[in-house]
């Protein structure tokens, strides 16, 4: 298997009721970002630019592939421990992501439609997970996270 390859681990976790990790490489939030270097190694990583409660570090610029997509993935830290992932996609496989979501969080999204974006939320216990994709855009996102990294990530205080 590549380095850069997604994983989907799931027999383990669904006998014991429990939302399987969603992981790239192996890489699940809580890990070290040594971690992220080794199964990331495109990845570049360096303090955030900005102050906040959500993350200290982030890496950026990792290649990757989902699913058979190729795909951009954003890593964030705080404390040596990954809060969250932001993974990158062309935003015709949109619903490659959205199934994938679900397998992980073993429900039906919620969703939200505007002029603007289509957003697909999924939460499971103090992990969440939030697809956007937006009418007329090449590219959408999932960014995945725990606690309440989504609410303190971009807060100015």
């Not at 994983?7 to 969603?22: E, K, Y």
């Not at 990757?64 to 015709?92: H, I, P």
């Not at 939200?112 to 289509?118: I, L, S």
Request: aromatic share 8%; proline share 6%; with cysteine.
């Amino acid at each position: 298997m590549r380095p850069s390859a997604f994983l989907l681990v799931l027999a383990p976790l669904l006998a014991h009721g429990a939302p399987p990790p969603l992981a790239i490489d192996g890489l699940v939030l809580g890990a070290a970002e040594s971690a992220v270097k080794e199964r990331l190694p495109s990845a570049h990583c360096q303090p955030l630019q900005w102050e906040s409660r959500a993350a200290d570090r982030r890496c950026d610029d990792s290649r990757a592939r989902l699913n058979g997509v190729d795909v951009r993935v954003t890593v964030y830290l705080k404390g040596d421990a990954v809060q969250a992932f932001d993974v990158r996609f062309e935003s015709r496989y949109a619903a490659r992501f959205a199934k994938l979501a679900g397998q992980h969080f073993g429900t039906a999204p919620v969703e939200e439609r505007t002029e603007k974006a289509h957003v697909q939320k999924w939460r499971a216990g103090a992990e969440q997970a939030l697809l956007t994709t937006e009418p007329g855009e090449r590219r959408a996102s999932l960014l995945v996270w725990r606690g309440a990294f989504y609410d303190e990530i971009y807060k100015v205080r």
